[in-house]
């Protein structure tokens, strides 16, 4: 799966980067910047500060990803975890912590595709209250960002909360 959510990960980030640089020369001088709970702009601002959103959400994956590689250089540090049973967990051979941070890794990379679908949506909303083809962004389009990282927490969370504890336990996996 983390390859697949890889592969989303940069063709959210291409996709959206490319539709907002294509689109941004038939831009107006103001754009809706930010929508109440309705869906209805309620700041206005310069055309260029889309590219602030592009960028926060460039900066966002580089930040998720650099934990993600940082996840097993904390184990030599166990001050700076906060996994279940670590005391345990950090008397497993590495291989066996291994499966774990690859799991955690993997829960890092879909949360990323996850914020990723939701900044998509939301720019694209931008630009077509900006084109004057809908007056806000419909909530659905929100929606379906945050529906995908709900999922990604209810189905990644439960397991990384208990696979330390299977992995101390020498359950088979």
């Not at 910047?33 to 700041?43: E, M, Q, T």
């Amino acid at each position: 799966m983390r390859r697949l959510y890889d592969l989303l990960n940069a063709a959210l980030l291409a996709v959206t980067t490319f539709t907002v640089a294509s689109k941004y020369p038939g831009l107006p001088a103001r754009i809706p910047v930010h929508f109440g709970i309705s869906g209805a702009p309620d700041r206005w601002g310069t055309k260029s500060e889309i590219f602030i959103l592009v960028g926060v959400m460039w900066g966002l994956t580089f930040i998720f990803y650099a934990l993600t590689l940082a996840m097993p250089r904390l184990a030599r540090n166990p001050q700076y975890l906060n996994i279940p049973n670590k005391e345990a967990f950090l008397k497993l051979p590495p291989e066996r912590q291994a499966i774990f941070f690859g799991l955690l890794r993997e829960f890092m990379t879909g949360i990323t595709a996850s914020v990723n679908l939701l900044f998509y949506l939301i720019l694209g909303g931008i630009l077509r209250v900006a084109a004057g083809k809908t007056s806000g962004v419909p909530l659905k389009d929100v929606a379906a960002g945050l529906v995908a990282m709900g999922l990604m927490m209810v189905v990644y969370f439960p397991r990384v909360m208990t696979l330390p504890k299977k992995l101390v336990r020498g359950d088979e996996l």
